[in-house]
């Protein structure tokens, strides 16, 4: 089995900053890719940051050079530093993951349960 957990969500006023954490565990054997996508209250979930496991990122154009993600591969946890938050950035963040599981070896994705970040203007 895999799990992903994040944690680090939360409330905070316009200008802040907040930094989410997402840890994979379970029978892994590779992981291809880790990131985060958002949704907002009647929105589609939409990519945030990717991070491949050769060190290649995109990010959505709204968040460029606010946000940031980061990755411990000895820990397989992904990490995103966000910035200058706006209001709009209020959505539940989901971590995802590319990976193959020893059971397996198919390269699939993995989601964790989100987490809410919520900023107040």
């Known amino acids: 089995q895999v799990q992903l957990v994040e944690s680090g969500g939360g409330l905070v006023q316009a200008g802040g900053s907040l930094r989410l954490s997402c840890a994979a565990s379970?029978?892994?054997?590779?992981?291809?890719?880790m990131g985060w996508y958002r949704q907002a209250p009647g929105k589609q979930r939409e990519l945030v940051a990717a991070?491949?496991?050769?060190?290649?990122?995109n990010y959505a154009d709204s968040v460029k050079g606010r946000f940031a993600i980061s990755r411990a591969n000895a820990k397989n946890t992904v990490y995103l530093q966000m910035n200058s938050l706006k209001p709009e950035d209020t959505a539940v963040y989901y971590c995802n993951a590319d990976l193959r599981a020893t059971a397996t070896f198919k390269l699939t994705g993995f989601w964790g349960q989100g987490t809410q970040v919520t900023v107040s203007s």
């Open positions: 991070l491949t496991s050769d060190g290649r990122t």
């Open positions: 379970g029978s892994i054997f590779s992981i291809n890719a």
